[in-house]
């Protein structure tokens, strides 16, 4: 069965760093696009980012545009997020999430998400 | 960016009951509309796309309507595992995809 399963979330301090890191197994990884979304504390849920299946294509929200970078290793069936410039707005839990389809045109929409990891950005 | 507003914010049914939950968007976005539901702790669950395309192993008593700036999503009797918060999702505008703010459906 699919599973997703986020590490590398912790508290940091503003202007810090942090890298996630999404465990795939269950499904063949270097076939499909991948995103990350997040929900802040008793919020609704933002997309974040976008990898195309081979990581030649990324795309981010505006919000994050320049701080984070989206990347894969379909070696290891692991994707990954490396935060920079953290703000204390970046607080929230980060979720990966599956494409629906594989191949060269993504869905964009997500069938299959981790369990998510906490991000706290606060000195 | 196109917005999502949902509607109602905030739902009490019964075991039972029909209900409906509405999605508008700020301007045309086809049919490229997911819903997903959320219960707390969890991460959320796709259970319809592309506005009406029922989700392999979703229950028969979610539908999904709609196109253009108008959506909906029906649970034809709510079961007490219903009860959580659902979000829409638009991706006409890829990758500037966004998300209504959600229905939270609580038991009466």
């Known amino acids: 069965q699919v599973q997703l399963v986020e590490s590398g979330g912790g508290v940091v301090q503003p202007g810090g760093s942090l890298r996630l890191s999404c465990a795939a197994s269950g499904f063949t990884f270097s076939s499909y696009g991948m995103h990350w979304v997040r929900q802040a504390p008793g919020k609704g849920l933002e997309w974040v980012a976008f990898?195309?299946?081979?990581?030649?294509?990324?795309y981010y929200a505006d919000s994050v545009k320049g701080r984070f970078t989206i990347s894969r290793d379909n070696s290891k069936n692991t994707l990954y997020l490396q935060m920079n410039s953290l703000r204390a707005e970046d607080t929230a839990v980060y979720y990966c999430a599956k494409d629906l389809i594989y191949g060269d045109y993504s869905s964009w929409y997500f069938d299959y998400w981790g369990q998510g990891t906490l991000v706290t950005v606060s000195s | 960016d196109i917005q999502l507003t949902q509607s109602p914010s905030f739902l009490s049914a019964s075991v039972g009951d029909r209900v409906t939950i509405t999605c508008r968007a700020s301007q045309g976005i086809s049919s490229y509309l997911a819903w997903y539901q959320q219960k707390p702790g969890k991460a959320p669950k796709l259970l319809i796309y592309?506005?009406?395309t029922l989700q392999s192993g979703v229950p028969s008593r979610f539908s999904g309507s709609g196109s253009g700036t108008e959506f909906t999503l029906t649970i034809s009797s709510l079961q007490p595992e219903d009860f959580a918060t659902y979000y829409c999702?638009?991706?006409?505008?890829?990758?500037?995809?966004?998300f209504g703010q959600g229905t939270r459906l609580e038991i009466k």
């Open positions: 592309a506005a009406s």
């Open positions: 999702q638009q991706l006409n505008s890829y990758p500037l995809i966004t």
């Open positions: 990898i195309r299946y081979d990581g030649s294509n990324k």
